[in-house]
């Protein structure tokens, strides 16, 4: 170890200790240090953006994240239910015999072996050495074959032509796309919409983060508490996980 | 033979008288409106902006680079009309040049050009 870091440590060390933050032993924060990947270094696999659900805390009837999420990423609709692009979806579940019900969001689970990308025959639909999956419209020719082999229901197609995008999240008419996990926002060290309005309305009902990282919220708490991939029979490695179902 | 050397030559000083006279050839209008230095030499930029915003879309998309300097965001930001907001339009810093040159690129089809657009979002 370098001398510059036995220098950042103790720099790091008496900055949490004048903050009143508890260094509960050598190597574990209780506040994580907010890490922005710089911008002109590319995105690497030591790093996978994952998901937590807590279904326990997500409540039946808020639309929170959805909202978010369109208006993030500019889903302006065309008043076509059935054709307007849906990045993310709440789901009412209910077991019949018991009367149990929860509620979920459901949207793109960013596969580490994702079938969109293994049917996509241009390219077009590729996973980022960090774990995300997302759809190349430069390359993308509109066949929706990735929608079919999607078990999730997770990738919408543009039918109409659209002007007022987001600067930052380019789409339009004639390519397939899906959630991103606001990768825009993640690369400048950001967390998606639909967390940060979640944590916004009070239901802090989805967790974002590192899952490489052991010291991460997302990691430690997928390694104390049972969690479940939707349909894991597939073996897919799923990026977003469901607490509670 | 003669005949159509004469003809030929005839032809090529009507094109130049023409060509040297003012308003008879659409050219297009470059309005840089914010006096400044570009990220590249202008003559790099006029022949090969569109090489180096194809790098820059590349490895933005697949590899998370988010550096400004070869943006398309960037450039929009710079060269949008104060006037109309935008790079397009009849005599948008964009349009007007690939109008002129006859080239339709279809980065208008998905991304945004005018600056700072913020969107109401969709009904869930």
Redesign the interface.
């Known amino acids: 170890m370098s001398e510059n870091n036995i220098d950042r440590r103790k720099f790091l060390a008496a900055a949490a200790a004048g903050a009143g933050f508890v260094a509960i032993a050598p190597g574990i924060r209780l506040v994580e240090i907010a890490a922005a990947k710089p911008d002109n270094e590319p995105v690497t696999s030591k790093v996978r953006w994952g998901m937590l659900i807590d279904t326990t805390r997500c409540q039946s009837g808020c639309t929170e994240c959805v909202s978010a999420c369109g208006k993030e990423n500019g889903l302006s609709e065309v008043k076509k239910p059935r054709t307007d692009a849906q990045w993310i979806r709440k789901i009412d579940l209910k077991e019949l015999k018991t009367g149990r019900a929860l509620s979920l969001p459901m949207m793109c689970q960013h596969c580490a072996n994702p079938p969109c990308v293994d049917v996509c025959p241009t390219g077009a639909s590729f996973k980022r050495a960090d774990g995300i999956v997302l759809v190349d419209r430069h390359i993308c020719i509109g066949c929706r074959y990735c929608m079919m082999a999607c078990p999730y229901k997770a990738r919408s197609f543009v039918h109409e032509p659209h002007t007022d995008q987001n600067p930052e999240v380019p789409r339009g008419q004639g390519c397939v796309e899906g959630c991103t996990l606001c990768v825009h926002r993640v690369d400048r060290g950001g967390t998606p919409a639909c967390v940060e309005a979640c944590a916004a309305a009070g239901h802090n009902a989805m967790l974002f983060g590192d899952l490489n990282d052991p010291g991460s919220a997302i990691a430690k708490r997928v390694r104390e508490v049972k969690t479940t991939q939707v349909r894991a029979d597939l073996k897919l490695d799923l990026g977003v996980r469901y607490e509670g179902i | 033979m003669r005949a159509i050397a004469l003809a030929v030559l005839w032809g090529l000083t009507f094109a130049a008288a023409h060509a040297a006279e003012p308003g008879r050839t659409p050219l297009p209008a470059i309005a840089i409106e914010k006096p400044g230095q570009c990220v590249e030499a202008k003559d790099v930029m006029r022949r090969d902006h569109m090489k180096l915003l194809k790098h820059q ?3 933005t ?8 300097k070869h943006s398309l ?1 960037e450039c ?1 930001a710079c060269h949008a009309s104060q006037k109309t907001g935008t790079v397009l339009g009849k005599d948008g810093f964009c349009q007007s040049c690939h109008d002129y040159a006859a080239v339709k690129p279809d980065c208008w ?4 050009p ?11």
């Open positions: 879309r590349d490895k998309l697949h590899e998370g680079i988010r550096t400004k965001n929009i089809d998905c991304h945004q005018k600056p700072g657009q913020k969107t109401a979002g969709a009904r869930p």
